[in-house]
């Protein structure tokens, strides 16, 4: 009987030990697949998320918290209009933290991953060093509760998309594209639009920025897109804001007197704030397959235009004393970047361009 139990507990431990074994090859196989979308451990010291800015509207009336939940009853309040915050913290973080914007029909998500489940700007330079904020603007994402109602509609528009943010022209892939051709991907992409909830004007979300900037102090502020136009105005607003790394802006902010025809960032603004810019270093990124000349698609025309007043702001910022630099790619040899530079197949490599910058602007302390 003792010879017998023996047996048992020594089959015990070679059982213990194949099951261990097991998930040792499992853990390797598990390490192994996932190395192409990661760098290794990330040690975060902190992170959470938090609102910031926003309004709060009360309705005519008075409550009663008698009545059932779904009774419409006047007296209560609401509160939105502010942006939604996640936010990761590395050990030994740099002094600037990096604050991330997105554009339209975007959410933060744009800087979190790519298409194809690759690490985004955010993981990127988290890597590096920086603490990075990530933020859902009003009306958008996780900030979705708005004060003043809109619509959404549900009209079929990917195809716009893809060819509006140079892809391509649907259905065809640009030549040399920076993005993944592959199904799966361009369906992640398609996904990632966002809609808004809400009728959300630029100084609501400018005013919800600043808040972000009051709470997570000094800072670099990245903006894509259609997230350049408020960015300007923050950094305005703001004085937190030392630095600014534009991807795509679709329109910029003039001094009064100095709008050119096309902008699409509205009015100009009185000289005293405009020369907050030139007290901050600036860069802006645009990518490929834009044209020198007039196209017969409306998509590259439209980002022709934008460039070119790009190259005219910097012009103006600088002729008062700033430091704007306009980068468009292919005129330093990197090609087939789409609208999503950040998150293109060479997202790394358009990362280590930047981080050049930052170091060259003593912003990487």
């Known amino acids: 009987m003792k010879r017998k ?57 008075e409550f009663d918290a008698l009545k059932p939940w779904n009774v419409q009853q006047g007296g209560q309040t609401r509160h939105g209009d502010h942006a939604d915050v996640f936010y990761q ?27 194809d489940g690759r690490e985004g700007f955010a993981d990127i330079f988290l890597r590096k060093g920086y603490g990075v904020y990530l933020v859902d603007q009003p009306g958008r994402g996780d900030a979705g509760q708005t004060t003043k109602p809109g619509q959404i509609t ?34 992640q992409f398609y996904r990632m639009m966002t809609p808004n909830t809400g009728n959300v004007d630029e100084s609501t979300i400018v005013n919800a920025m600043s808040a972000v900037f009051d709470r997570t102090g000094d800072g670099i502020l990245f903006t894509h897109s259609a997230g350049g136009s408020p960015g300007w105005k923050t950094a305005i607003q ?51 397959y834009i044209p020198k000349e007039e196209t017969n698609a409306a998509s590259l025309n439209f980002w022709r235009n934008v460039l070119a007043t ?21 005129e330093i040899g990197i090609r087939g970047n789409t609208h999503f530079i950040m998150s293109d197949l060479n997202n790394g490599q358009i990362a280590d361009q930047l981080s050049k910058w930052l170091q060259q602007k003593g912003l990487d302390k």
């Open 238 to 288: 703001n004085s937190r804001v030392k630095a600014i790394v534009a991807i795509e802006p679709g329109g910029f902010t003039f001094p009064e007197g100095e709008v050119p025809e096309g902008n699409r960032g509205g009015k100009g603004v009185p000289l005293n704030e405009f020369l907050k810019l030139t007290k901050i270093p600036i860069v802006v990124y645009y990518g490929d």
């Open 310 to 330: 790009a190259r005219q702001w910097a012009k103006v910022v600088n002729a008062h004393g700033g430091d704007a630099t306009i980068v468009h790619l292919p």
């Open 5 to 61: 139990t023996a047996d048992y507990k020594q089959m015990g431990k070679q059982r213990s030990g194949i099951y261990l074994l097991v998930i040792l090859v499992f853990g390797i196989a598990s390490c192994v697949s996932t190395k192409p979308h990661s760098s290794g451990n990330l040690i975060i010291k902190e992170q959470g998320a938090f609102s910031a800015g926003g309004t709060v509207v009360k309705s005519e009336g």
């Open 154 to 187: 549900a009209t079929p528009d990917d195809q716009t998309w893809f060819t509006q943010f140079r892809i391509g022209l649907y259905p065809s892939f640009n030549e040399g594209v920076q993005f993944p051709k592959d199904e799966k991907s361009l369906d």
């Open 89 to 115: 913290i590395p050990e030994n973080a740099k002094r600037y933290s990096m604050v991330f914007l997105h554009g339209y029909g975007q959410s933060r998500r744009s800087w979190q991953t790519t298409a």
